[in-house]
């Protein structure tokens, strides 16, 4: 795309992000399920200092306002050196492949933001994922888990255990509840480990210790598994990464200021070193760091007002994403800046938003162009400003052309005044140099058989004249003329330095008010046409010549060949090559930038097209438009798509589907949504035709500026030409973009004119208890109740997807399960019941405990959830006895038997809620990760990527559509008992406390993949 070297140098920034966020998810894996132990710590545990230390390390900060003046910082910084109470390094924890120690306090999130900021529970969980012999797993394990325990002083007990025998890998999960003396120790502690400097000053004890919510983690990863963590286009910036077998560390943490930004009405300003105030009022990059970053997201659509300094990321008031680059080393690209602050506002009242300017642009050819040859071929590009403000800078790009070639093609041309006659006798006297038609015969007479007729004179050519043995050598070269093809006219546009060796052609339109119209051109001129004849004179003896035809070229296949092999940028298809790929090249069009009159840059697209020189092609141009520029949510949207043949053939089976989609900023599309239903058939469009039609859907989508564009494919049913059926011939077209259109959504009016945020609207709140339970006289074999209650407190209906672990001592009482929505029973709805199965691997993942999920129905494979409106209460509730039971701190992997039962955790209950406003609150962050190909890390990459809950290579995909944001995960406190058998006595007791689980949204997302909550 030409656009490129139009736009700010993004170089790698985009993968480097997308490292950090799939590392800082990883690094906080999630695991649920399983009961706890009691097993009391080890005694007398001695700890030594050791230090972790990479000559990696990279730094990133990004911001997420959230309600009111809350914002939330996340700090994650990778590799460099870290030092820890406890060694992993010695020969013992060899067969360690990951540690992750997590620390976490947000009980009064709801306080501040819609849902969870950093995706873990409260307390403190422990990941540890070993390979070889489990006994020697479980042994180690217990051993790191005592010694972080008594390096911060709080107890964990394993909850979660997890062995494959295919890969001998084992994982397994320690939980546990630090009090409140022992967290606020822990945080003091925090900032030592993370590097003071760069970014890392701005993590202090003062900053953390002041934060209502907190996470803080700690990881350390084998350099081949930190390296398969990776995504490819990191790993191929960064080679050396993950080369050795030493860890890797990973230190992250996340806090949430509650007055962390400044509020006037609805206006709202983000100061970076506002939030930051270890900074010390300057934001530069650690002097060790190999990439420093700083991003921002928003959780709903503003209207952007300043961006000081401007983002290195496009369209960052549109998408609500605002990135900037503090250092990149690459060795072959080093790049480094320091800023005062970074400053961002932005106005949440966004009914201002409808006033834009929309450009629409088309790309056409003129009809004067000639593709046969024998003229010029002009391109023209029209522009018009369909918005209601004016646009500012148009700026467009079109085409590479080497610098060498845009004066064009010399080549020879027969001379137009010459006809040439095969057998035409001429008579040449060596002896005088007479050159003629008339007889000789006699000594020194030589003839030559086919001469050239002279049009003008009359008479051959050179007749009756005297010639030098030198013109009589050269006599062919006479015959042509050399003449310039396909040179450049740049008209309205300007040659652009793209590189040292090449051009883009560029235009800017200072200004475009609205309804304006403006075209601008350029011509490649001259394009050949016809055949060319090429000539031989061979000596038949020292006196006789013979003039003949070499050959004949038909200008149109030699063209072709010249153009293929120069990298022609006029949209040549190439039949023969470029359509026989397995995944054909899109043929989108050029991009252009504009701005409004507060400098908000906007983007467009013409269609494409496809062309075939000298050749009867079918040429679509597609345009989209839509019937307004605003949007309601709900409203209906009037889409229209009109395609014209401009082409002198046929165009037939031709496919369309109206799309919406937000583009790069290298203007590629990873994510092409289809408008549902959109897609349609025309059977023919004849040459010089054009064919209208119309689709109407209702505007469900993201709140915001959307793209709307058009894709088809058709057959350019043509003429075989027998001599090149290649390149002349019938051929598909697979993939062709129409124009740009654009289209803003708005909320519906009852959410505007708030001073508050338009936040995604239906937020539930999750309660489970249990029933019929009494201290000290509840006993294994009797029956209580598991109630779980949940209230949609927004202001949007959604529905509901809700999952139960359930330890395996409680058995479920037969049809003892009610569901109601405010007293009223529920009956329609289904269940999956996933028992627990020993030695049975179900994708990997072995529960150890049970799983009941309720849900509404499904659509074509597809779970939906229970519908659930503003204000309503769903409870499920279900009746369990209270079994006898094993451990699982003791455990034989084969049987699963161990010690008595001592204690039972009852996970909390996740539930997964959907909104139809897909306000982007989160990105899909694992889209470029690749399967690992290092032979030290397969094993361990494909068991990670089977675990239930982590994020590894997960597909976001939901039916073959791309997984959407707009649907989260909410639960319910755990709850734990605790059934303590005296030896002997026969008496049994239960104790009702707070149980730690871990549950985090993204352990919902990846498990309800395929549950998007669709509503009936």
């Avoid at 997590?102 to 540890?128: C, E, I, K």
């Avoid at 701005?202 to 350099?223: D, E």
């Avoid at 890797?248 to 006037?264: F, S, Y």
């Avoid at 139809?916 to 899909?924: P, V």
Wanted: glycine share 8%.
């Amino acid at each position: 795309m030409v656009i490129k070297n139009m736009l700010k140098n993004k170089l790698v920034k985009k993968s480097l992000m997308l490292s950090f966020a799939v590392l800082m998810i990883m690094s906080s894996y999630v695991m649920i399920d399983s009961k706890a132990d009691t097993v009391p710590p080890q005694q007398g545990i001695q700890l030594k200092d050791a230090t972790y230390s990479s000559l990696f390390y990279a730094e990133s900060v990004e911001i997420f306002p959230f309600r009111s003046t809350a914002a939330g910082v996340h700090a994650g910084f990778i590799g460099g050196s870290v030092t820890l109470p406890f060694d992993l390094t010695t020969a013992e924890y060899n067969n360690l492949l990951a540690f992750s120690l997590v620390l976490s306090n947000q009980h009064t999130w709801r306080n501040y933001a819609p849902r969870r900021f950093w995706d873990v529970a409260d307390g403190a969980f422990l990941m540890l994922v070993f390979r070889g012999d489990p006994d020697l797993a479980l042994d180690r394990a217990r051993e790191i888990k005592d010694m972080v325990g008594e390096a911060y002083g709080f107890n964990m007990y394993l909850v979660f255990g997890h062995y494959e025998n295919t890969r001998q890998i084992t994982m397994l999960v320690y939980q546990g509840w630090p009090d409140p003396q022992t967290f606020e120790d822990f945080t003091g502690l925090f900032p030592s480990y993370v590097e003071n400097d760069g970014l890392g000053k701005g993590v202090t004890v003062s900053t953390l210790l002041n934060a209502p919510l907190k996470a803080m983690s700690i990881s350390l990863y084998r350099g081949p598994i930190f390296r398969m963590m990776l995504p490819e286009d990191f790993r191929k910036l960064f080679p050396t990464i993950g080369q050795t077998p030493n860890f890797m560390p990973l230190v992250e943490c996340a806090w949430i200021n509650p007055v962390g930004l400044q509020k006037t009405g609805s206006i709202m300003e983000m100061n970076l070193t506002r939030l930051m105030p270890g900074l010390g009022g300057i934001v530069a990059p650690s002097a060790q760091a190999k990439a420093s970053f700083v991003g921002m997201k928003l959780p709903y659509v503003v209207d952007v007002l300043e961006i000081d300094p401007p983002t290195d990321n496009m369209y960052a008031h549109l998408k609500g994403e605002f990135e900037w680059t503090l250092k990149l080393d690459l060795g072959f690209f080093n790049y480094e800046r320091l800023l005062d602050d970074i400053y961002v506002k932005y106005d949440l009242n966004i009914t201002g938003l409808k006033y834009y300017p929309q450009v629409i642009g088309e790309m056409t050819l003129n009809p004067s162009s000639s593709l046969m040859g024998g003229g010029d071929i002009i391109y023209d590009f029209t522009f018009t400003n369909v918005g209601n403000e004016a646009a500012y800078n148009i700026t467009m790009g079109y085409g590479e052309f080497n610098k060498a070639d845009i004066d064009g093609f010399v080549l020879p041309v027969n001379n137009p005044e010459l006809t040439f006659v095969p057998h035409q006798i001429m008579y040449y006297d060596n002896n005088t140099g007479l050159f003629t038609s008339t007889f000789m015969s006699g000594p020194g007479i030589g003839t030559l058989e086919g001469w050239f007729f002279n049009t003008t004179a009359g008479d051959w050519h050179l007749n009756n004249q005297y010639l030098s043995d030198d013109e009589m050598e050269h006599i062919i070269d006479k015959v042509y003329l050399n003449e310039t093809f396909l040179d450049i006219d740049p008209m309205d546009f300007t040659f652009t330095d793209k590189t040292n060796e090449s051009y883009t052609l560029t235009a800017l339109i200072p200004q475009l008010d609205p309804n304006d119209t403006i075209t601008l051109s350029f011509a490649v001129r001259n394009l050949p046409t016809g055949t060319l004849t090429l000539y031989d004179a061979v000596a038949v003896n020292a006196t006789y010549y013979q003039i003949l035809v070499n050959q004949t070229v038909d200008w149109g296949t030699f063209m072709i060949t010249l153009l293929q092999g120069a990298g022609s940028t006029l949209h040549l298809p190439e039949d023969q090559v470029t359509w026989s790929h397995w995944f054909p090249d899109p043929v989108i069009g050029s991009g252009f930038l504009y701005k409004d009159q507060f400098g908000v840059e906007f983007f467009g697209l013409t269609n494409g097209l496809v062309i075939q020189f000298y050749d009867d092609e079918a040429i679509l141009v597609g345009q989209v438009s839509l019937d307004k520029d605003v949007y309601r949510f709900g409203e209906d949207v009037n889409f229209t798509l009109k395609l014209t043949n401009i082409g002198d053939a046929n165009a037939t089976n031709i496919n369309y589907s109206f799309c919406h989609a937000f583009l790069t900023e290298d203007f590629n599309i990873p994510v092409i949504k289809k408008v549902p239903d959109s897609d349609g058939v025309i059977d023919l469009i004849k040459p010089g035709e054009s064919k209208t039609v119309s689709y109407s859907y209702p505007a469900e989508t993201d709140v915001g500026l959307h793209p709307v564009f058009a894709i088809f494919n058709y057959t350019s049913d043509e003429t075989t030409d027998p001599d090149f059926p290649a390149i002349f011939s019938s051929v598909n077209h697979p993939a062709v973009f129409s124009n740009i259109d654009f289209a803003m959504v708005l909320p519906p009016p009852h959410k505007e004119g708030t001073t508050e945020p338009v936040y995604p609207t239906p937020e539930v709140n999750v309660t489970t208890e249990i029933l019929g339970y009494t201290p000290n006289v509840t006993t294994v074999g009797d029956m209580i109740t598991l109630r779980t209650t949940i209230t949609n407190i927004g202001d949007e209906d959604t529905n509901i997807i809700y999952r139960q672990y359930l330890p395996r001592r409680l058995h479920y009482v037969d049809d003892s399960l009610k569901i109601t929505i405010d007293g009223t029973p529920v009956t329609q709805f289904e269940v999956i019941y996933q028992a627990y199965q020993p030695n049975v691997e179900e994708s990997g993942y072995n529960p150890f405990m049970p799983s009941v999920t309720i849900y509404g129905g499904t659509i074509d494979g597809t779970l939906y959830g229970i519908p659930l409106g503003v204000g309503e209460t769903l409870v499920i509730q279900a009746n369990f006895t209270i079994g006898a039971g094993k451990g699982i701190e003791q455990v034989d992997w084969n049987t699963l038997s161990g010690e008595d039962l001592v204690g039972l955790y009852i996970p909390p209950a996740e539930v997964r809620y959907f909104s139809r406003y897909q306000i982007q609150e989160t990105r899909d962050l694992n889209d470029d990760t690749e399967v690992p190909v290092e032979e030290e890390s397969v094993e361990t990459a494909s068991f990670l990527t089977t675990i239930h809950g982590t994020t590894i290579n997960s597909e976001p995909g939901i039916d073959n559509e791309w997984a959407s944001t707009n649907s989260w995960g909410s639960y319910s406190d755990s709850l734990s008992l605790f059934i303590e058998e005296l030896s002997g006595l026969g008496i049994n007791a239960i104790y009702y406390g707070a149980g730690i689980i871990l549950v985090t949204g993204v352990a919902i997302l990846i498990y309800f993949k395929a549950a998007n909550g669709k509503k009936r």
